[in-house]
């Protein structure tokens, strides 16, 4: 890396003033561009983010509203029903869990296309994880102020990461549409800068002639 800084600092002090400052001029903008778009980026995934954990929260308000009653009458089979409507209505849920007061799981359910048993972690309180591939949510069971358990869902970030990478396809276009504009008005303008010097640095030699 060293010896690449090196041949491209004579390069750039080999260079004319013209280059110099065309390739001053290109860096610069280069960077201000990649520093928008990975801002842009990086603002657009926390904002996705958000939105799926207000989504997922809904969704484990309104199970937990229906499953109520199977928590307190200690109805696995109702509460596996209220999971099993996810099969059909919400692809991107990965596994679900309604646990018990005591940390039991009354119900439990898994995407029919994911391989191996869905093993329920310990239930915990009100908290969310994301991962590299899916984000998971607990929230707990209100009903008359009474806690009657945790609804526990684990979505895949398939749709985040789908819109990441048009996100990332947008902006290198946007970065080599940018980055040519750039150049072409930096070819242009560089002139007004390098060509009285130009002019000064000929009047001097002739001068020292």
């Known amino acids: ?5 090196k041949v491209a600092m004579r390069l750039l002090q080999d260079a004319s003033l013209k280059r110099k400052l065309l390739a001053i001029i290109m860096l610069t903008s280069s960077v201000a561009l990649l520093l928008a778009c990975a801002a842009f980026i990086a603002y657009e995934k926390t904002e996705f983010q958000k939105s799926m954990l207000n989504d997922l929260t809904f969704k484990a308000d309104v199970i937990g509203s229906q499953s109520s009653a199977a928590l307190k009458f200690n109805d696995p089979k109702a509460a596996t029903q209220i999971l099993d409507k996810l099969k059909d209505s919400e692809k991107h849920i990965m596994a679900a869990c309604i646990y018990s007061r005591d940390g039991k799981s009354l119900a439990i ?11 329920p972690p310990d239930p915990r309180y009100n908290t969310h994880v994301f991962r590299n591939d899916s ?60 060509q009285p010097i130009l002019n000064l640095a000929r009047t001097t030699r002739m001068v020292s002639s």
Request: hydrophobic share 45%.
């Open 1 to 5: 890396e060293r010896r690449r800084e």
């Open 109 to 119: 359910y898994q995407r029919p296309d994911l391989k191996g048993n869905f093993l």
């Open 135 to 194: 984000v998971a949510l607990f929230r707990d069971i209100i009903d008359d102020r009474r806690d009657l358990g945790t609804v526990y869902l684990k979505s895949d970030l398939l749709e985040l990461n789908t819109r990441l990478k048009q996100y990332a396809k947008i902006a290198v276009v946007v970065l080599l549409v940018s980055m040519g504009v750039a150049w072409l008005l930096s070819f242009r303008l560089q002139r007004i800068v390098s």
